[in-house]
């Protein structure tokens, strides 16, 4: 888990020159209402963020040892105590380090808030109990434990008698600040908290123990491990604990420095994520894309979604900008459904406002095929074949290179031949057999081939293709993606080569994830041969074909026609234009309806005011329908 940034940016400008009293009221303004989770499972479920160690275990404050090797560790799912712990070492409870008598019990927003509760090993916290921190006696304490912490009489001056637990001194300074944070949160929410507990008065600190903790932070200063809490706690609850990031503070309200106002710069927040697009690629997955970079657990923790009773969210994978969503369970025909997304946080610290995607089930793949090599008129041996079948509407070439060209490499006329095609995943009307193009080995492997060609106005892209493989050819295809042809990307999964040798297949080159390579003017794919074991062993290659989905494929979005009566001025542009049109038309007669690239209605107006701002939608391709009319509109920086 890595959460980048630290403290949002203005996340504390309203405690700028503070101090006090008045400085603590400001901050339970801007820590308050923070979002209550669930003590069972939520508590448990959020530890793995919050309270796990580089090493993958977990962060027991009550046995761990900073500075040496504890006598035993805890693993995050299997070691929960599911029962009363007998000893040390047995397994891990849920300590509310403000005892759960002091505050009323298990109800309501102290209950669960993570800040004051940490996990520790069950049997030291079952001796604790409800019983004060403190300073036990040295010279006889009642119990010991294996990382030097202890329970007896509470030694510290002003406390009153009784038992108290002590902890090592790498983690003293946690408690205090876990308790300061306490009397700052809850100040003005406290009524059913106790008069009587031994550490406070209702929220607040005794004299005694506000001495002993002011203490205890100065001894122990914040360390990594605090800052990482934070950031995670925050990433669940919405808000943090001041005295994590501004130690100083501790001083201004309970200290020396009192009268002193704190001093802090004043930062616009940060800016907040959006949705850029979503769309199901298949029945069971749908793709979301995000204008910031996101947390990945946020965005991976099942309980951020939700759907309805007969429909789960069965796994998450973010990565790039990227989330992939896949269902379970039962989804019926023809339903729209609304998937529910709570709690995202950005690298930037900032939160997805709360929303729901909605889609229509079952997802119908609507591709085509745009262009083809069929090598019908393959002869001999060629360094550069250009596609022979194209029903893309631009001039862009589409080319296979093995030539050297784009990083393909240089195939010698032995290596690349011309035998037998098949008519197997032909795209046209009138499939034929025609010629196929072999790569034939040599004494090694490891070549290159590469195919340019545009996506213009499609994606959902696929590559087919037959292949055929002799005993001794090629057994492995390696694909990769390029935007320039200088730098390729490997794609995962991606091999296209028949498993047995024989007779021609048809198999997929699925590249629907990858939307980088939507609607572009070039885009480069690179196949790589290897697994050759014969000098005259080949791999032979026919109807190689683009398949895509049109961004109009939205039967509301018409094709774009030739001599429109209007335009749009100017383009591209940065989100703000006008529709120019012939002033002889009734502008308050025609209507205008914008559309982004999936065919989804982001605005529509009339020509009473043909001024248009789309400055809030993310960059990219977006069309505008008048009647009959489709125009393109390019939204850049």
């Given amino acids: 888990m890595q959460i980048f940034a630290q403290i949002p940016s203005g996340f504390y400008n309203n405690a700028n020159e503070k101090k ?9 303004q801007i820590i308050k209402n923070h979002r209550t989770i669930a003590y069972t499972p939520e508590v448990w479920i959020y530890y793995q963020y919050t309270d796990v160690k580089p090493s993958g275990k977990i962060w027991d404050i009550y046995s761990d040892k900073p500075n040496g090797t504890p006598a035993y560790e805890y693993n995050y799912r299997t070691d929960q105590c599911i029962s009363t712990s007998s000893k040390e070492g047995d397994c891990y409870q849920r300590e509310h380090s403000f005892c759960q008598s002091w505050f009323g019990g298990g109800q309501g927003a102290p209950f669960s808030d993570l800040f004051h509760i940490y996990p520790v090993d069950g049997s030291i916290n079952n001796k604790r109990s409800n019983n004060s921190y403190g300073i036990v006696t040295s010279s006889n304490p009642d ?4 990382n030097g912490s202890k329970i007896g009489s509470n030694a510290y001056q002003g406390a009153p008698s009784g038992k108290c637990y002590e902890p090592i001194d790498d983690f003293k300074g946690d408690i205090a600040r876990s308790f300061f944070y306490m009397a700052t949160r809850y100040m003005f929410e406290d009524g059913g908290f106790s008069s ?10 005794r004299p005694w123990a506000v001495k002993m903790l002011l203490e205890w932070h100065q001894i122990d200063p914040v360390s990594q491990k605090e800052k990482d809490r934070n950031n995670a706690i925050y990433a669940v609850q919405k808000n943090r604990n001041p005295f994590i990031d501004h130690p100083e503070w501790v001083s201004k309200i309970w200290g020396s420095d009192s009268i002193n106002p704190a001093q802090i710069t004043i930062e616009n927040p940060p800016e907040k994520p959006k949705i850029k697009w979503s769309a199901l690629i298949d029945n069971r997955t749908l793709k979301i894309t995000f204008t910031q970079s996101m947390v990945a657990w946020t965005t991976e923790n099942p309980l951020n979604y939700y759907i309805n ?41 900032a939160f997805l406002k709360d929303t729901a995607i909605s889609f229509l089930y079952p997802f119908k793949v609507e591709q085509k095929p745009l262009i083809a090599w069929t090598f019908d008129n393959l002869q001999t041996a060629s360094t ?22 784009y990083n393909s490499s240089v195939w010698q006329s032995s290596e690349l031949n011309a035998y037998n095609g098949t008519e197997l995943g032909d795209p046209r009307p009138s499939p034929k057999a025609g010629k196929a193009i072999a790569f034939v080995s040599k004494v090694f492997d490891g070549k290159s081939v590469v195919l340019k060609f545009p996506t213009k106005g499609y994606f959902n892209l696929s590559m087919s293709m037959a292949v055929q493989r002799t005993n001794t050819g090629y057994n492995k295809h390696d694909w990769e993606w390029s935007l320039d042809g200088e730098n390729y990307t490997y794609i995962e999964n991606s091999s296209t080569c028949p498993l047995t040798a024989g007779s021609f297949i048809l198999t997929t080159l699925d590249l629907r994830s990858i939307e980088e390579l939507d609607d572009r003017a070039e885009i480069f794919l690179r196949l790589t041969f290897s697994g050759a074991i014969g000098a005259t062993g080949n791999n032979r290659l026919d109807n190689i074909t683009l398949h895509g989905v049109s961004i109009l494929q939205n039967n ?21 234009f006008q529709i120019i049109f012939d002033n002889t038309l009734l502008p308050h007669s025609v209507n205008y309806f914008i559309y982004n690239i999936f065919g989804q209605e982001i605005k529509k107006g009339d020509l009473s005011d043909p001024q248009i701002d789309l400055s809030h939608q993310p960059n990219g391709i977006y069309f505008c329908k008048i009647r009959n009319e489709c125009l393109k509109i390019v939204k850049t920086q």
């Fill in 20 to 28: 006090g009293k008045e400085l603590q009221i400001a901050l339970n």
């Fill in 143 to 146: 119990h010991s434990f294996t």
């Fill in 196 to 205: 009587d507990a031994p550490m406070t008065l209702k929220s607040q600190l």
């Fill in 309 to 349: 009773t007969e429909v789960t969210v069965s796994s998450l994978k973010y990565a790039k900008d990227t989330l992939v969503v896949h269902f379970g369970g039962l989804l019926s025909q023809n339903v729209t459904y609304n998937l529910s997304i709570k709690h995202l946080l950005s690298n930037n610290m």
């Fill in 384 to 405: 550069g074949i250009p596609a022979d079948y194209h029903l893309l509407d631009t001039v862009s070439e589409a080319v296979l290179f093995c030539n050297g060209e």
């Fill in 556 to 576: 509301s979005v018409p094709q774009k026609k030739s001599n429109n009566e209007y335009r749009i001025f100017p383009n591209p542009n940065q989100g703000q």
